[in-house]
């Protein structure tokens, strides 16, 4: 039984799922945040693009960097992390029959995230803060930059307890039976990798602002470093989690899909919660200091088991997708299933277009770029934005847009304008992505240097250059740039559109992406009893067999391309 | 029905607060602790 | 599920196509662990992370006098550097320049030191393309033998202020 206060609660008139309103209120104020701070990381992106485009060659090397700060920190911390937040209310809320554990420490947590972000973005934008998003010392920004920072993690602290106080008064008050739902489940790894992320920020965030104040002396650069990617990497392992959690949830949403089997399903988020974080070692292979052995332990995530983990989404997600498409009779050969899918369901087509995006570009590189002994032909150049646009871009943003296309009517309870639009928005913003993501790739495996104004060095005392090969895949970014900024503008206007301006729908169910008879469908499949029928289906799922061998092989052929690659290299120890 | 015997496993994968403990505990210790131990003890250049 | 609470007792290994491929997802991530420690005896390319504890004016005065008694030559007003094949040789990362330019024998093994005298820096050859973190405070050995002849390029590859892109230097191998 649930355990919301008298008149604090009502029913969603689509799912059925219990909405708390305080939790409503705030999941609310957060996604409105975090679409703010992706317009913002996204005007920034666009000037970046068409400068790293060496033909166009925008921005002044000033503004450059200043821009690329902005950039990194609203994308990567701002956006990301506040939506996250509101992911997290969602699921201790409606996912656990629970009612929000305290709305005032949800309004201090959220002032402090907003308050933060804005002083961070303010300081940047004057030009006292053109240290980008990692700051590394001796390299000084104005105090307010790093007290900004210190905000903006204390107050995701501050919300990650609450989710956790949520979690304990729901479990005290059994407001579910068993186990929780597995979205939630992803949501909490989500949570316990977000304290790591945090814990690791208060450590070198401190000790920065009081040396920025002249309070300390001395910030060692490589001890920076290390502490630093606890923060910095883990933060995107936060995403990899949520993403995850929305991939399942939304696969059952427009499709009616569930998990083939719990056990494998939870145990991979495991995997995340001890394991995942020690890839922040990946930042760090070719640096002094740190000895072999902790490079190769921490960069394989111990022995790779974070690895197996998305290996296993990366499979169950579309095996369950595949099982509840043959359940509705699409049975005809490998592939009907696929075919038949929703397509014109934006938020079906965002998780799919994820998903592909996440695992071969994005989860291959990433694994292949963290190799202790390649990263030496990777470390700082584009490869390595090329490898992380596909995961917290083409992976993580797309999953939480098509994840917006159904909490506005939800949620918020307003309805889209210009739905049409909206249907066709995540082919637009994934293929922009993959040119990105791609170009990137390309150009730096020629050596191209990742945050770099001019690559032609133009008046460096010594030449240096690239060839023509180099700069064509530099127009390759640029175009996906622009692209990928086009779908993310479409995906900003339809939701402010809808959120500030759409039609109420409070009160009744919402069918905008899928016909009403459908969504029944899906439902009833979802909510049937795993029979015999069901277990045969989920033990031969030939479709995601033959998708998961192909993206092995293409794993294989990339890996092992690199390590002949580093081979012919000099000889380095 | 199947009784209330849960698998030893799925009683800890079931316990957030020992996820949060191990989710801590792993990573704080393999990457921090034995990196900034390396740090701190690196000896002193002789610049030969 | 995904959504609601699953059945009480849901422990089981998995079966199937899925049990397939959890097991050769495993076997693939062994290999790619055991891969790290085998190049590190078989393979000619590491990052042991060598280092040394250094302050940017010691080594800032142990390059001069590199440069002092190995000098052969100038170009573009900057020392041209010989190091003794075998021995020791000295890179300095300054903003925006690489110090000084290294002339370097094909086949030869040098123990090359690299650290910054101000902010962090990213050593990166170009056109092969070998990337190596750069720290004030850290003298990082590299044990480097270079197998190709020719004229390479060094730039900066981490961000060091405004005048990053003017930074490069540059290493003759023979």
Partial sequence: MGNFLEGRYRTCNTTGLPVCLDAQFFIKAHAVAAVVFFLIGAI???????????????????????VLTLHGLNMLIFWIISFEIAILYFAGTSL???????????????????VGALMVDYIVLIGKGDVLMTSYPPLKAHPLFYLGIIFFAVGTLIAVFNFFATVYIARRDKTYEGSMPLVAYGALAAAIIAVVTLLHGATVMIPSFLWSLGLVEHIDAGWYRLVWWGLGHPSQQINVAAMVAVWYFMATLTTGAKPLNETVCRAAFVFYILFINLASAHHLLVDPGLNASWKIWNTSYAMYLAVLAS????????????????????TRGIFNWLTSAPWGDPGFASIFLSIVIFGFIGGITGVTLGTEQINIIAHNTLRIPGHFHATVVGGTTLAFMGLTYYVVPLIFQRDFYFKKWARVQPYIFASGVVLLSLGMSFAGSYGVPRRHW????????????????????LGVLGIGGILAFTGALIFIVLTVLAVFFGKSIAGQPFHGWQPAEKFKLSMEIFSR?????????????????????VLLISFMVYYFANWKALADVWWVR | MEGNQKHPLQKLMDNPWLLLALGLLIPILSYTIWGWYQIVTMAKALLP | MSIKSPESNWFKPPEGSERLWVGVALVWCMVMFLAMPYWHVKGKQNSTGESYAVTPAEFQKRVNRFVETNKVGEKNGIPVVEPSPGGDAYLMGQMWRWYPILK????????????SVDLQHGFSVLPININFQVL???????????????????????FCGIGH?????????E
Avoid at chain 1, 44 to 66: G, K
Avoid at chain 1, 106 to 114: D, T
Avoid at chain 1, 529 to 549: C, M, N, S
Avoid at chain 3, 168 to 173: A, D, E, K, L, R
């Fill in chain 1, 311 to 330: 290996m296993i989404h990366g499979f169950t997600v579309p095996a369950s997708i595949e099982v509840a498409q043959r359940l509705k009779g699409f």
């Fill in chain 1, 96 to 114: 656990l029959n629970s009612r929000l554990f305290s709305r005032k420490v949800a309004w201090v947590a959220y002032v402090l995230m907003v």
């Fill in chain 3, 136 to 158: 004030p405070g850290y003298d990082h050995v590299l044990t480097l033998t270079p197998t190709s002849k020719g004229i390479f390029q060094v730039i900066c590859n981490e």
């Fill in chain 3, 104 to 115: 370097l024998k094909e086949g030869q093994t040098y123990r090359l030191h690299i650290s």
């Fill in chain 1, 529 to 549: 009893k795993k029979d015999e029928k069901f277990e045969q289906i989920a033990h031969k799922v030939p479709g995601t067999v033959v998708l998961v061998f």
């Fill in chain 3, 165 to 173: 892109h003017l930074m490069t230097g540059q290493i003759i191998v």
């Fill in chain 1, 454 to 473: 001019d690559v032609n060095f133009t008046g460096a005392p010594l030449s240096a250059g690239f060839d023509a090969a180099a700069h064509f895949f």
């Fill in chain 1, 44 to 66: 920034a992106a666009l000037l970046i693009a068409l400068t790293r485009w060496s033909a166009v060659h925008l921005l002044p090397a000033m503004w450059f960097y200043r």
